[in-house]
């Protein structure tokens, strides 16, 4: 079992109604509120009207930074940290789902910092300090509500880069607050659940039984409960399990005691949607199968066995065989969530397939990936997506 | 799904050699340190001549607080609380298991308590500031390393009574530290480990895919790697998944979105303890298959007939039979790895059953368990146990 640190300060409240602890617990950072929020979907939901009429009550003053991008982008982090500065912001409050969480963190940190803010980003380990941060959860995904972790993109360099900036304070996850979030989002959101189990679960290290055993559960539980809530959006237990499996799934525990390599299908699929506005968890839907199929040889063969048989209840008696009816039974469920498994049906061809995999090889980390990954190797494995 | 809310603030460092780490965490609270230990095992083993080394070579003053019983009791915290107060400690090193720990924590809390110390312990609610306290851990069972929780004796009243002082900072987990301790309080430790998971599994709520799944993966961890060690004391892995079974099976986490009861075991136990000083986990093992069997009932059926199945991989298609092959898989169990499994084996006889049973149900918690107990029915499962 190998070393590890477990460093996570975040509280979380979780369940029905625990909206009502926001005053409270906003209280104890000051009164100047900077409200962050994506495209509008809580003031559709009747959340942000909620949310507002709570903090005017109690009198805190709010500044709103809303339109955060589904990948949100350098320029609004630049927009969010100046709004601080005006405002003498206190703490910021998120309210969405990873794009928004991953912003706000990005602001928390840069209002601190004095460098270029995409310098930042390229080299988190020069932030010394952050805002508060206090989210509300709408969307089981990203993990971010439990991590120190955004992604944020640069158009001008077509570049999208993950980078701990801080971890949220107090993250409120109301699994109601996902009632409203549609098929497609809940499906790509599950996909991005799974995704974070599988990135840790392929590596050789299983001596730790409560690593494996998480990753097991959590993958089982979302093929339980995804279909449960795309067929009855409104079941509460499904949806709490899909947001306390998110929780989890990148909050680190899946890989501590294993070694940890780089995670393969993020880092491609950060090239994908820096080249097009396409949603994280159905390019992760896509390409998860393939770099499987791809990876599979004498090495991981055993690890794809104990994936077919401990995930999806399968047996054989030849391994390869097992283990391709692991990969199929994953395609087969990303297909009966109705994502769409091809890169054809999200508007993607090979044009910038080049300069995708020159980009995810770029900083030489797919080298230390569970199955080293060269710029051949993801071009192959984009090729397979088509 | 039950609400919730998940708050631990602690940072583990676990592994081999965590203890290079140890100077630079005491650092960053202060210089002037109680170094509190039980009855003199880390001298035996080394572990505290390299402590003091490390402490000395750094220019921290180190003052001692040792002989911390198995069931530590009041006049002990009250004499680290002194002790605390004469040499102006920044910060508390506990070096042990629960006891210690539970202790230390005690001590943590009652330097800035103003009023009885013992009244503290009753009343946990009342404290507002605790000192920090880092911890290197040397048994595995507790999980007092990553909860708030400490356990005190009080010998005048005869009363030993858990409650929640403070979370320590920094615990430091090296499962190597654990490579001497015997057999008989290895398996008293991995007893306790599941009885902590136990006494939260059986509730009625089992809608939370974590909470039940980490449960039995904890179980299942502990019944694969406990022979293990008691064949090899030096297997590293195998006490790294005790350590870190014992570490997650008190934090709350299996209870999060259930509903939690009274823990039924325990506060018998307790009562056993204070009358006798018999090792915690060895009256846990000795209780717990007898409080099964007489807690199966019409309601409670459907609990156990999971337990078998997914901790002991048993079928039948009677569920009561199912059920009893279960409780029995666990006696069997215990008594495999070498537990006395009789009250008269520990040397305790009908003597004080009836005040036991009484002090068990004083405050009237038991009937706030998954089956409610009344005076009786302790009474009844104390003499299954004889």
Redesign the interface.
């Known amino acids: 079992?190998?070393?590890?640190?477990?460093?996570?300060?975040t509280?979380?409240?979780?369940?029905?109604?625990?909206i009502e602890n926001l005053t409270s617990v906003l209280q104890s950072f000051g009164k100047n509120v900077l409200l962050t929020y994506g495209g509008g979907s809580i003031k559709k939901s009747g959340l942000y009207d909620d949310i507002m009429q709570r903090l005017t009550t109690s009198h805190f003053h709010v500044v709103e930074l809303s339109g955060i991008e589904p990948n949100p982008r350098i320029e609004t982090v630049r927009k969010g940290v100046e709004l601080c500065h005006v405002h003498n912001i206190d703490v910021i409050l998120a309210v969405g789902g990873g794009s928004t969480l991953d912003c706000s963190k990005a602001i928390c940190a840069g209002y601190y910092y004095s460098g270029d803010l995409w310098e930042m980003v390229l080299h988190p380990q020069t932030i010394t300090k952050t805002l508060p941060l206090v989210d509300i959860l709408t969307l089981s995904a990203t993990g971010s509500e439990f991590d120190a972790f955004g992604v944020i993109s640069n158009p001008i360099t077509q570049e999208k880069i993950g980078s701990p900036f801080c971890y949220p304070n107090v993250s409120i996850c109301d699994?109601a607050y996902t009632f409203s979030v549609p098929a497609l989002q809940t499906a790509a959101g599950s996909a991005d659940i799974m995704s974070h189990v599988l990135e840790v679960y392929f590596s050789e290290d299983a001596?730790?039984?409560?690593a494996e055993?998480?990753s097991?559960?959590?993958l089982?539980?979302v093929i339980?409960?995804l279909p449960i809530v795309l067929k009855d959006p409104h079941d509460?237990?499904a949806r709490?399990?899909l947001m306390?499996?998110s929780t989890?799934a990148c909050s680190g525990i899946t890989g501590?005691?294993k070694i940890n390599y780089t995670w393969s299908c993020h880092a491609i699929e950060h090239k994908l949607s820096a080249f097009y506005d396409i949603t994280h968890g159905v390019g992760l839907a896509i390409l998860t199968p393939r770099w499987m199929e791809y990876i599979l040889n004498e090495k991981t063969v055993d690890r794809f066995t104990r994936f077919s048989r401990n995930v999806w209840g399968l047996e054989d008696d030849d391994p390869y065989v097992l283990a391709r009816k692991g990969i199929q039974a994953l395609y087969d469920f990303f297909v009966s969530v109705n994502l769409p498994m091809t890169l054809h049906e999200v508007g993607i061809d090979e044009t910038h397939f080049e300069k995708m995999a020159e980009d995810a090889v770029k900083y030489g980390e797919l080298l230390d990936a569970y199955v080293s990954l060269t710029k051949e190797d993801v071009m192959n494995i984009l090729k397979a997506c088509l």
């Open positions: 079992m190998q070393n590890f640190i477990y460093d996570i300060p509280k979380l409240l979780f369940g029905k109604g625990q699994p001596s730790c039984d409560l055993g998480i097991e559960i959590i089982r539980s339980k409960n509460y237990d709490a399990n306390w499996n989890w501590m005691g």
